[in-house]
């Protein structure tokens, strides 16, 4: 009823305003020759085409929704919708009055026509929004506090426009700092930009500022961290805007202004996923995902639940990260059809029970140990897991004719020093001779650490300067590849859409980070002076580790993919016989191996390991 009252109040302003055009685009284009007097003959056009204005335009306006919008937000979008109606409006009053009437109506008076309904009609909708941001706002008490806005573009209008929309509760923005040189003294929605990030603390100082945002979601990590140590040294609070990635991701509101995380200062360009391409081969399949309760494992869920598939099965050795993974999936995608099975990768027969089950159409294998110092201390364990593990998915999922199986690997397998990065080269291995026997389409992903996964350093340095330090680096020249759990899930679902069976693709991980200066970097951010407030110690590299990671190895060489973040390899040759003599007595006497016997099977398979990869990782 409110709806329709206020449609019928806005239809009987229209056709007033409708009405006062029409007389205005005659009298502009006569009365003014004719002393302040419409001719007769024209006056009588005006009279009998009046009717038909009124009613043309009423209903084009309410097709073109122009009586369902609230026009105190109105925008370019709107603006858009009124210029199309009354210009279909216009053409079907002068048509209408040509053809069903036999008045002469002037081409001239047809262009007035559509100039000032234009002007009456969208002037009508938008001074709303005019006395709603420059009248109604000013009277808004809000906070006292001072906003001071880092970058002058879309971003810096959207955290400006976020603090309005609140009605100021948050802080009133007084003006932005960017350093483009073309933007100084100018106003963004009447606010001005006020120097560049060299003239931070005097506009702090200046302007008695209580609040930085920085809105700049797309700039790199080094020059985010220069911001923040300039910003740092100011003593206001620091907020961010979250980055592209994180708004288109949905891992983070659009409006949404937070704390600055150590992520923000890695910075790389943000992902772009090929939404067709990933909708295609997800959407109504049956859809299995290894490791589902692991941070990688629940993210892929995610992920995947947004291309509809015809069902989610999430497998998991721990009850409890899959009882939590499918509760959340269930609350957030209520439609959809979750299957769970608490699933031990190693158990072959409980494996082929699982795929024939179900028959996926697409596999993600995310289920792996992956701690380097656990697995040098249990070696045993890597190969049962990370190579028989592997294996005998494959297997299933050749005798369940999966479509496309996508191994999730790592750094870590290229020339390996490491028993776990080795187990997974092998299981890389694995699942390239598979994909030379079978139908299915077997490919494998390979990227850096992962920040905020369980295995990453982020934690454990947080639990440290929690406690007050010290922060433990193994090595000041430690540095590794990182990138956001989301942001390598997204790539995963994208490389599965180019799998054409075989191919080892590459995830591009930006620059590497040195652990070090991550460290530095979150003491800074947790309100501390590094090596004044937390000491950092340095302990010594553990068996197993590197200076730096590798993506590729001599040999493989990379080939690019219709994606800008994502190379394939290409494939090194396997001894096939060897794969499978390894396999065997895994199955025989996994359990049983020594630790010297799995590092000579293991550089059976990879000659390299601890041998020719050791000493070159050490000249290096």
Same mark, same amino acid.
């Not at 971003?155 to 007084?174: C, F």
């Not at 191996?593 to 293991?602: M, S």
């Given at each position: 009823?409110?709806?329709?009252?206020?449609?019928?109040?806005?239809?009987?302003?229209? #056709?007033? $305003?409708?009405?006062?055009?029409? +007389? @205005?685009?005659?009298?502009? !284009? *006569?009365?003014?020759?004719?002393?302040?007097?419409?001719?007769?003959?024209?006056?009588?056009?005006?009279?009998?085409?009046?009717?038909?204005?009124?009613?043309?335009?009423?209903?084009?306006?309410?097709?073109?929704?122009?009586?369902?919008?609230?026009?105190?937000?109105?925008?370019?979008?709107?603006?858009?919708?009124?210029?199309?109606?009354?210009?279909?409006?216009?053409?079907?009053?002068?048509?209408?009055?040509?053809?069903?009437?036999?008045?002469?109506?002037?081409?001239?008076?047809? #262009?007035? $026509?559509?100039?000032?309904?234009? +002007? @009456?009609?969208?002037?009508? !909708? *938008?001074?709303?929004?005019?006395?709603?941001?420059?009248?109604?706002?000013?009277?808004?008490?809000?906070?006292?506090?001072?906003?001071?806005?880092?970058?002058?573009?879309?971003?810096?209008?959207?955290?400006?426009?976020?603090?309005?929309?609140?009605?100021?509760?948050?802080?009133?923005?007084?003006?932005?700092?960017?350093?483009?040189?073309?933007?100084?003294?100018?106003?963004?929605?009447?606010?001005?930009?006020?120097?560049?990030?060299?003239?931070?603390?005097?506009?702090?100082?200046?302007?008695?500022?209580?609040?930085?945002?920085?809105?700049?979601?797309?700039?790199?990590?080094?020059?985010?961290?220069?911001?923040?140590?300039?910003?740092?040294?100011?003593?206001?609070?620091?907020?961010?805007?979250?980055?592209?990635?994180?708004?288109?991701?949905?891992?983070?509101?659009?409006?949404?202004?937070?704390?600055?995380?150590?992520?923000?200062?890695?910075?790389?360009?943000?992902?772009?996923?090929?939404?067709?391409?990933?909708?295609?081969?997800?959407?109504?399949?049956?859809?299995?995902?290894?490791?589902?309760?692991?941070?990688?494992?629940?993210?892929?869920?995610?992920?995947?639940?947004?291309?509809?598939?015809?069902?989610?099965?999430?497998?998991?050795?721990?009850?409890?990260?899959?009882?939590?993974?499918?509760?959340?999936?269930?609350?957030?995608?209520?439609?959809?059809?979750?299957?769970?099975?608490?699933?031990?990768?190693?158990?072959?027969?409980?494996?082929?029970?699982?795929?024939?089950?179900?028959?996926?159409?697409?596999?993600?294998?995310?289920?792996?140990?992956?701690?380097?110092?656990?697995?040098?201390?249990?070696?045993?364990?890597?190969?049962?897991?990370?190579?028989?593990?592997?294996?005998?998915?494959?297997?299933?999922?050749?005798?369940?004719?999966?479509?496309?199986?996508?191994?999730?690997?790592?750094?870590?397998?290229?020339?390996?020093?490491?028993?776990?990065?080795?187990?997974?080269?092998?299981?890389?291995?694995?699942?390239?001779?598979?994909?030379?026997?079978?139908?299915?389409?077997?490919?494998?992903?390979?990227?850096?650490?992962?920040?905020?996964?369980?295995?990453?350093?982020?934690?454990?340095?947080?639990?440290?300067?929690?406690?007050?330090?010290?922060?433990?680096?193994?090595?000041?020249?430690?540095?590794?590849?990182?990138?956001?759990?989301?942001?390598?899930?997204?790539?995963?679902?994208?490389?599965?859409?180019?799998?054409?069976?075989?191919?080892?693709?590459?995830?591009?991980?930006?620059?590497?980070?040195?652990?070090?200066?991550?460290?530095?970097?979150?003491?800074?951010?947790?309100?501390?002076?590094?090596?004044?407030?937390?000491?950092?110690?340095?302990?010594?590299?553990?068996?197993?580790?590197?200076?730096?990671?590798?993506?590729?190895?001599?040999?493989?060489?990379?080939?690019?993919?219709?994606?800008?973040?994502?190379?394939?390899?290409?494939?090194?040759?396997?001894?096939?016989?060897?794969?499978?003599?390894?396999?065997?007595?895994?199955?025989?006497?996994?359990?049983?191996?020594?630790?010297?016997?799995?590092?000579?099977?293991?550089?059976?398979?990879?000659?390299?390991?601890?041998?020719?990869?050791?000493?070159?990782?050490?000249?290096?």
């Amino acid at each position: 009823m409110i709806w329709r009252r206020r449609t019928l109040l806005h239809m009987a302003i229209d #056709a007033v $305003l409708v009405n006062l055009a029409a +007389f @205005l685009s005659f009298y502009i !284009r *006569f009365g003014f020759e004719g002393n302040g007097k419409i001719p007769e003959e024209y006056l009588l056009t005006l009279t009998h085409s009046a009717w038909t204005a009124t009613l043309v335009y009423l209903a084009v306006f309410y097709i073109f929704g122009l009586y369902n919008k609230l026009w105190q937000y109105a925008s370019i979008g709107e603006l858009v919708s009124i210029i199309f109606a009354v210009t279909v409006g216009t053409a079907g009053t002068v048509a209408l009055v040509y053809f069903l009437a036999p008045l002469r109506f002037p081409h001239s008076v047809s #262009a007035l $026509l559509w100039f000032t309904t234009l +002007f @009456l009609i969208g002037g009508s !909708r *938008f001074i709303w929004r005019i006395f709603q941001d420059n009248i109604f706002t000013q009277h808004v008490p809000g906070s006292q506090n001072q906003v001071l806005i880092i970058g002058a573009g879309d971003a810096g209008v959207m955290a400006a426009r976020e603090l309005k929309n609140k009605n100021y509760r948050e802080g009133r923005p007084v003006g932005y700092i960017d350093d483009a040189v073309r933007k100084q003294r100018l106003q963004l929605m009447g606010i001005p930009v006020l120097g560049t990030r060299k003239d931070i603390p005097r506009v702090v100082k200046n302007h008695n500022i209580d609040k930085i945002i920085i809105a700049m979601p797309s700039a790199s990590g080094e020059v985010i961290r220069e911001i923040v140590g300039i910003c740092e040294k100011t003593g206001v609070d620091l907020k961010i805007m979250p980055g592209v990635f994180d708004m288109v991701s949905g891992q983070l509101d659009t409006n949404e202004i937070r704390e600055v995380q150590v992520e923000d200062l890695l910075g790389r360009e943000p992902v772009s996923v090929n939404l067709e391409d990933v909708a295609g081969y997800l959407t109504g399949e049956v859809v299995l995902i290894t490791g589902g309760g692991g941070s990688i494992g629940s993210e892929l869920c995610r992920q995947v639940a947004r291309f509809n598939p015809a069902k989610l099965v999430v497998v998991g050795h721990g009850e409890n990260s899959v009882f939590d993974i499918e509760q959340e999936l269930r609350v957030d995608n209520p439609t959809l059809d979750v299957a769970t099975e608490i699933l031990d990768v190693k158990d072959r027969d409980k494996v082929h029970i699982v795929f024939q089950r179900y028959k996926p159409g697409v596999v993600f294998h995310a289920a792996a140990h992956k701690h380097v110092p656990l697995m040098e201390k249990n070696p045993e364990e890597a190969l049962k897991n990370n190579v028989m593990g592997t294996s005998n998915l494959t297997e299933a999922a050749d005798e369940a004719k999966v479509k496309t199986f996508v191994l999730i690997s790592t750094d870590k397998a290229v020339n390996p020093t490491s028993i776990m990065g080795t187990t997974k080269r092998v299981a890389e291995m694995v699942i390239q001779s598979m994909d030379k026997r079978s139908e299915t389409k077997f490919v494998a992903v390979r990227f850096g650490n992962v920040l905020g996964s369980r295995g990453s350093v982020i934690p454990t340095f947080k639990r440290q300067i929690a406690k007050g330090g010290p922060v433990t680096v193994t090595h000041p020249d430690m540095v590794r590849f990182f990138m956001t759990i989301p942001e390598a899930s997204q790539l995963v679902i994208q490389a599965g859409s180019m799998a054409e069976g075989g191919e080892i693709f590459i995830l591009d991980m930006g620059q590497p980070v040195k652990i070090l200066d991550l460290a530095r970097d979150l003491i800074s951010l947790s309100g501390f002076e590094p090596d004044v407030d937390i000491k950092i110690k340095f302990t010594g590299m553990r068996p197993g580790e590197k200076l730096y990671e590798e993506l590729l190895t001599a040999e493989e060489g990379t080939s690019a993919t219709k994606h800008k973040r994502i190379f394939v390899a290409k494939p090194n040759n396997i001894n096939v016989s060897q794969l499978e003599e390894l396999i065997h007595l895994i199955r025989e006497r996994g359990s049983y191996l020594t630790r010297e016997e799995v590092i000579a099977q293991l550089q059976s398979v990879v000659p390299t390991f601890r041998k020719q990869a050791s000493k070159a990782v050490a000249n290096q």
